[in-house]
């Protein structure tokens, strides 16, 4: 029972990495029904910032976690105006094309400049509690509280403030919504910058849980994250939370219980499996068709 | 039914570049040929076979060829999902991995080595056969499921199949098979590649094939029209499929070692790059596109590095200033079958006549 209870609290750390990536992947859908695949690549951008600040300004946590927020936001926002902007009238698949690109170009440009995996130093001194034969460390309560944090901040800035009424009024519609006087760009290019700051911070919490880091990690992740998304109902953000949990919490259970090679394929035939009862994920509504 | 008759429109205006006139000319003339496809196919035959037999070109331009051809069955197979079914699948390694592990558990366990240069055909068809069926399975949840979820799905595909053959200990597991004879020679890479694209081709502009176009431009349109969209999503998956899993048999005996990292979600994603590279919905562009990417990472091979770096910005390139590839969504005159220019032809003549009345 406690070794059930030591797992669970793993697959809440692993869970709250992923619900917060999938959320960048939901809310830039939502605004723009475009698969932003280059977000697992910016949560990479997002660890390496943090491995930089942490080892060449040796600075603490929180600045840290700042300067990777606000650094990946700003180069989400960049990548927006250059790479998607004009896309906004092509075929849908252009779009998610070029993404791949923009990710494969992130990657490889990182790849340059660090051939080698990295080591991110320890920002936050490690204290572990047992309670009733659960060990809990200060990392762990630190990264799903702050998760939690921002997932709620996240949630209470769309549905209370009048960005996130914008933000839901344009994803709504895309036509009228400007004409109402909403900042069409303006509004995109902050969704761009609230959906890869969280990604940043994930990115951030990753490298200090799992501190070896390369340019490559954000491939596995960022997929798995965008399942997530997918399994909560894609564009729906509080759709992308659940999914995040969910698929954090099979992908540890799994390994937990079952020889660890086995976790990607039961973690993914049941997606499948859920995907055959629930075609539009779980908080997901199907969209009517017309003809 | 965009995809027909743009071409023409483009060759029929000859008037546009006075100065490029008389070049244009000539240009027309080659490319609508009807001679020219059947022309180039047996000199490609032709050259495949003598290029290994007198060493015309170095055997490293020789392996760069075969990968081309691989390269041209995959994009081609991909682009009959993704371009002409409109969906997004981005999981084909996940197919190329069960054709390549098929042919090479066939040649290094089963079959004797005595015996391999002979039954490799054999294989290779078998391995597109496995491929095959396995694409039957991943066509049953698209019946139901569209677009991204769709893309989720064959994802998922692709990852289990590399999970499934990460825990078989008998394949090799993680370490992959090693040592596998090097039967991919040119003039079978050229007649696998050419079948595909004949195949493809044939499929396309057969009943079967506007059945799947439909479907891209509307699903539940097509259906009130009494397409059969199940029949015609089943048969795109299982030929773009077979078709991986003989690419996938070709690679694995050029290659001549496996393991299930060569065939993950990157694999996948330099798939798709050549389809949207060359263009959807169009198989000389899936010609274009496979030959470019592969020449391409070979030419800007000194740059080490930063030719990975220099490809996706390439691409990024390409898809703002041609959002639709090279040739999307258009075909060579020459490259389209000659009953398809004829229907076309006769279509607009009835339409002129019909239209003309109306006018006076």
Not at chain 1, 19 to 44: K, P, R, S
Not at chain 2, 215 to 230: K, P, W, Y
Not at chain 2, 328 to 343: D, N, S, T
Request: with cysteine.
């Amino acid at each position: 029972m406690t070794y059930l209870f030591q797992q669970l609290l793993n697959a809440m750390q692993l869970g709250s990495i992923y619900a917060l990536i999938a959320l960048g992947y939901t809310m830039v859908y939502g605004i723009l029904t475009m698969i932003n695949f280059a977000h697992g690549d910016l949560f990479m951008v997002g660890a390496f910032l943090c491995f930089i600040a942490a080892t060449f300004l040796k600075l603490p946590f929180v600045p840290t976690l700042l300067i990777s927020m606000i650094g990946v936001a700003l180069l989400g926002v960049v990548i927006e105006r250059l790479a998607y902007k004009p896309l906004r009238h092509a075929p849908r698949v252009s779009a998610v094309i070029t993404a791949l690109g923009v990710g494969l170009f992130l990657e490889n440009f990182t790849l340059v400049f660090s051939p080698y995996p990295q080591h991110v130093p320890e920002l936050i001194a490690n204290k572990t509690w047992v309670i009733a034969g659960v060990s809990i460390s200060s990392l762990q309560i630190i990264i799903i509280l702050l998760s939690i944090g921002l997932m709620i901040l996240l949630d209470q800035i769309v549905r209370h403030t009048m960005v996130g009424m914008a933000m839901r009024a344009i994803s709504w519609d895309k036509t009228i919504v400007p004409l109402m006087g909403v900042p069409l760009n303006l509004i995109i290019s902050i969704t761009f910058a609230l959906g890869t700051s969280l990604g940043a911070a994930a990115g951030t919490m990753y490298s200090l849980a799992f501190p070896v880091i390369d340019p490559y990690m954000g491939i596995m992740v960022g997929w798995k994250a965008f399942i997530s998304a997918v399994v909560g109902g894609i564009g729906n953000i509080r759709g992308a939370m659940i999914g995040g949990f969910i698929l954090g919490g099979v992908e540890i259970l799994v390994a937990a219980f079952m020889p660890s090679t086995y976790r990607d394929f039961v973690a993914f035939s049941l997606l499948l499996v859920l995907l055959i009862f629930r075609p539009y994920g779980i908080l997901g509504k199907p969209r009517p068709q017309k003809v | 039914m965009d995809a027909q008759k743009t071409p023409q429109k483009n060759i029929q205006q000859p008037g546009k570049g006075q100065k490029l006139g008389v070049w244009k000319q000539y240009w027309d003339r080659f490319a609508s040929n009807r001679w020219l496809l059947p022309v180039l196919t047996v000199a490609g035959f032709i050259l495949s076979i003598l290029i290994p037999q007198f060493n015309l070109v170095n055997p490293y331009i020789q392996l760069i060829l075969m990968y081309i051809g691989i390269n041209i069955i995959l994009t081609t197979s991909l682009n009959l999902i993704n371009g002409y079914m409109g969906e997004f699948s981005v999981g084909h390694a996940g197919f190329m991995a069960v054709g390549a592990y098929t042919s090479a558990v066939l040649t290094t366990i089963f079959i004797p080595t005595s015996l391999n240069p002979w039954l490799f055909p054999l294989v290779v068809l078998a391995a597109g056969v496995a491929a095959g069926l396995v694409g039957l399975l991943v066509a049953i949840p698209s019946f139901k499921t569209r677009g991204d979820y769709l893309a989720i799905v064959t994802l998922a595909f692709n990852m289990i199949v590399k999970s499934i053959i990460e825990n078989i200990e008998a394949i090799g597991g993680p370490r992959g098979i090693p040592g596998i004879e090097k039967l991919t020679t040119l003039p079978w890479a050229f007649f696998w590649t050419a079948l595909a694209v004949w195949v493809i081709r044939n499929f396309v502009y057969s009943n079967f094939g506007r059945g799947v176009m439909s479907i891209r431009e509307d699903e539940i349109a097509s259906d009130l029209m009494s397409v059969n969209t199940r029949q015609a999503k089943l048969l795109a998956f299982v030929i773009s499929s077979f078709f991986a899993g003989i690419a996938g048999a070709l690679f694995a005996h050029v290659l001549q070692f496996i393991s299930p990292k060569v065939f993950d979600i990157l694999k996948s994603t330099d798939i798709l790059i050549m389809v949207y590279l060359g263009g959807i919905g169009s198989i000389t562009g899936s010609i274009l596109g496979a030959t470019i990417f592969t020449i391409l990472l070979e030419v800007l091979r000194p740059l080490g590095v930063w030719r990975m770096v220099l490809m996706p910005l390439v691409l990024v390139l390409l898809m703002l200033f041609r959002p639709r590839g090279i040739m999307g969504l258009r075909e060579f005159r020459w490259f389209i079958p000659h009953y398809q220019l004829l229907a076309t032809h006769l279509w607009r003549k009835k339409k002129e006549a019909a239209n003309a009345p109306a006018a006076d």
